[in-house]
């Protein structure tokens, strides 16, 4: 069992539409979960941090996790073609510690 | 956050030779890590970059094929030794801890695209 899976897809949205992304992990020490967007050929880019059980909003992100189920998610309202990459999930169990990251989910918005 | 550059930006390699990939930082971090994306693939750490002293190396990687220094708390640099076609991938430099401050919040350089033919 890989330490942090995603589907791969690609997911493929249209335009004002909105994605959703899951993302599941192992380890019940993991404290802290992350959400970088990698656009072809770009380096990571951090959108979204979550640290709590619950929703935390920024602008139309919405990331979700559930602790108990060991799961996360991010939703992107109104998606746009410009938020076509790939959105990397990844966690860590401490401050200071590695990032773990999943394989990625490639997503495609369609105009 | 901190302005991360890295050099080179890309490179193209004979097998068996060697590469240094620089990492640097417009301030002063604690924590600067070393990242491989093979092709088509996610991140993989390779190894904690510890200024001062030596690299704390994940499984799977070594000291001997990726040695690793940090002289000090803006500058790092990543050695692939007697490369093969097999380390052709991106290679990204990571910081935490802008100002001291270590959070769990990692920031990415631009990355290194090595080709090794």
């Known amino acids: 069992q890989k330490e942090v899976e995603q589907n791969s897809g690609p997911l493929s949205v249209p335009e004002g539409a909105i994605a959703s992304l899951n993302c599941t992990y192992s380890?019940?020490?993991?404290?802290?979960f992350f959400w970088y967007r990698q656009y072809s050929g770009k380096s990571p880019e951090l959108i979204m941090s979550i640290y709590s059980n619950g929703d935390k909003e920024d602008g139309r992100f919405t990331a979700q996790l559930n602790k108990a189920s060991q799961y996360v998610s991010l939703l992107i309202r109104d998606s746009q073609p410009s938020d076509s990459a790939t959105y990397l999930c990844a966690v860590t169990k401490a401050a200071g510690n590695k990032l773990t990251f999943g394989g990625g989910t490639r997503v495609l918005v369609k105009p | 956050s901190a302005v991360i550059s890295q050099k080179p930006s890309r490179d193209i390699c004979q097998r068996g030779t060697s590469l240094t990939i620089q990492c640097q930082v417009d301030s002063q971090v604690t924590m600067m890590f070393w990242y491989r994306q093979q092709p088509g693939q996610s991140l993989t750490l390779i190894a904690t970059a510890n200024q001062g002293s030596e690299a704390t190396y994940e499984s799977g990687f070594v000291i001997d094929k990726f040695p690793i220094s940090r002289p000090n708390l803006t500058f790092s640099t990543l050695t692939v030794s007697n490369m093969s076609p097999e380390d052709s991938s991106i290679y990204l430099c990571?910081?935490?801890?802008?100002?001291?401050?270590?959070?769990?919040?990692?920031?990415f350089g631009p990355g290194t695209r090595l080709t090794v033919l």
């Open positions: 990571s910081v935490d801890g802008v100002s001291g401050r270590v959070t769990d919040t990692q920031y």
């Open positions: 380890d019940r020490g993991s404290q802290s």
